[in-house]
């Protein structure tokens, strides 16, 4: 069962903690394919943010919290972590 996001501290590890739940579930999914699907132009950028090596800006908000499919509640705080 995947964590609740109210109960992070951070939005990068929620991000890496739900990329490794949906890897678990599904071994075709692909980062690169979800990053364009979310409207990345590059999924470098995404690769990164989940390396730690770039932070998430608020600017990747909206598309990062349709992608992880959060309810508005969820987006504000998620928001508020970045």
Known sequence: MKRSIFQYRRA???LRDWVLARRKQDY???VRKWAL???F???SLLSMVLN????ITLRQVP???RGLGLST???MFFQGLV
Do not use: C, D, I, V
């Open 12 to 14: 990068s590890r929620y």
């Open 37 to 39: 699907e979310m409207g």
């Open 52 to 55: 730690g090596t770039r932070n």
């Open 63 to 65: 598309m990062l919290a």
């Open 73 to 75: 509640a969820e987006k």
């Open 41 to 43: 132009q590059s999924p």
């Open 28 to 30: 075709r999914f692909s």
